[in-house]
């Protein structure tokens, strides 16, 4: 074997073992709320979004969409709903659900009408999980009660699909199955001790907001925000989607800088994941919060254990492919970057600058090494460059793509450069460099190949 050769071999056996994972799972901005639904093997994460200017009370416009076939690195879908969607509404985009049924994507969300001047239940619908979405009825589903926050929907193994809401009640509703109307009453579920705890500094059970409803073997799940402010995650199970109950106990104790938090449980690949939020991320607290993962096992009795937050998170369950586009908002760790959307390219990563960075984890680079990294960008500005860096921040540089003005923040061009040759598992560093302290460029996406197809 070469010298070259066994430099390769030891960097494929310890670079794919280094790796830690990180909370909170989206860095670029504040993502509350987290609904993650499983569609075609792909995890999808529906989230509110905290403004990054808010201080002292929530400030909430639009939701946000985030995907994952890895758990580990998140692809910004941007924003394809907003309180704006909803003529009638007139603020207030909280935490809402997004499911599919028959061929299209309904997205649940509470609003506060421009009519009654209170929270009620709007629905949108899409043909993909990702939208455009559109005002499904063209009215609140849901404007009768007090307290209409937190839609959930559930669908049971018979196809009846129910609708939970609500705080400082539990309700529930029967939806048809075209999904944007009901039959029968509103129902107000009885809160009673046995069936959600007596936790709470004010009411008369421990139940708060935030239901997430869903079936594991047995039991009916529901979940919930409780105890009063700060919040824990409780949850109750039954036989039935509508009851009774019997309380459980707390899954996730007060924790993570964020007086609320907000549960989502998926199971992916053979693993269950549970969802929340916290204030973790820098400048994060009460009203900048954004969407955790935690990896867990139930107990054989179907009971959940207490689950903590981690700044780890959780592991990858594939490999991703650098050989095929991906894009640049496909991250698992990043620092000083926004993302933004426009209709030339879609979402892209945004406000780089010098010594911001990406983290990309778990690439798989095959036995047959890459010869050529290229990159989608746009700039107004002389001189950038993108070091490639294996393993760590300050790994070994496996190319430098040199970049100068495109003509314009919109004018995209892709430019290349040749590698140091790499195999196995790596995670992947680009670190942005600049001499100045101004943005330098705007980023669409990137590839490895092992052709050089002249675009150097
Ligand atoms: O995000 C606004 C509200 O805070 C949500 O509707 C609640 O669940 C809590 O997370």
Redesign the pocket.
């Known amino acids: 074997m070469t010298y070259k050769k066994l430099i390769l071999v030891i960097y494929a056996i310890i670079g794919g073992q280094i790796g830690i994972a990180q909370n909170p799972i989206v860095q670029t901005c504040y993502t509350?709320?987290p609904a993650p639904i499983v569609y075609d093997n792909q995890v999808y994460v529906y989230t509110?979004h905290d403004e990054d200017r808010a201080t002292s009370r929530?400030e909430?416009n639009d939701w946000r969409v985030y995907s994952s076939t890895d758990m580990v690195n998140w692809t910004d879908h941007g924003s394809p709903l907003s309180y704006k969607t909803f003529s009638w509404a007139k603020g207030d985009a909280?935490?809402g659900h997004c499911i599919y049924r028959n061929g299209k994507f309904y997205w649940y969300v509470?609003l506060v009408s421009k009519e009654t001047n209170m929270h009620s239940i709007g629905v949108a619908v899409s043909d993909t999980p990702t939208g455009p979405f559109v005002d499904a009825l063209n009215r609140p589903l849901i404007g009768k009660t007090i307290g209409e926050?937190?839609p959930n929907v559930f669908i049971d193994d018979d196809g009846q699909a129910y609708l939970y809401w609500g705080?400082p009640d539990l309700w529930y509703v029967k939806l048809n199955e075209d999904m944007i109307s009901y039959e029968g009453d509103l129902v107000k579920v009885k809160l009673t001790k046995e069936g959600f705890g007596a936790d709470h500094p004010s009411r008369f059970t421990s139940y708060e907001?935030?239901p997430w409803m869903y079936k594991h073997g047995a039991f009916y799940y529901m979940v919930y925000?409780a105890g009063g402010v700060p919040e824990n995650i409780s949850y109750s199970t039954s036989y039935s989607p509508t009851g009774p109950w019997t309380y459980r106990g707390i899954i996730m104790p007060v924790q993570g800088n964020s007086f609320?938090?907000?549960p989502g449980i998926i199971e992916f690949m053979g693993n269950n994941y549970f969802f929340y939020?916290n204030g973790d991320l820098p400048g994060g607290g009460g009203f900048t919060?954004s969407t955790c993962v935690e990896q867990f096992y139930y107990n054989t009795d179907g009971t959940i254990p207490t689950i903590n937050m981690t700044k780890e998170g959780v592991d990858a369950v594939s490999t991703l492919n650098p050989y095929q586009r991906v894009e640049a908002e496909t991250i698992a760790w990043s620092e000083g970057l926004k993302t933004n959307e426009n209709s030339q390219v879609g979402v892209y990563v945004t406000d780089i600058h010098d010594g911001d960075y990406i983290k990309i984890r778990n690439l798989d680079f095959g036995n047959n090494a890459p010869v050529i990294f290229e990159a989608a960008v746009a700039s107004n500005i002389a001189k950038a460059c993108i070091e490639l860096r294996l393993d760590r921040k300050d790994g070994l540089v496996l190319g430098t793509l040199s970049l100068c003005s495109t003509g314009g923040w919109n004018k995209w061009k892709v430019i290349s450069t040749k590698v140091q040759q790499v195999i196995g598992r790596h995670d992947l560093f680009l670190i942005f460099r600049g001499d100045t302290d101004d943005a330098l460029f705007n980023f669409d996406y990137w590839k490895f190949s092992h052709e050089n197809n002249e675009k150097i």
């Open positions: 509350p709320d509110g929530f909430m909280w935490a509470p926050i937190d705080n907001e935030g925000a609320t938090i907000h939020h919060r």
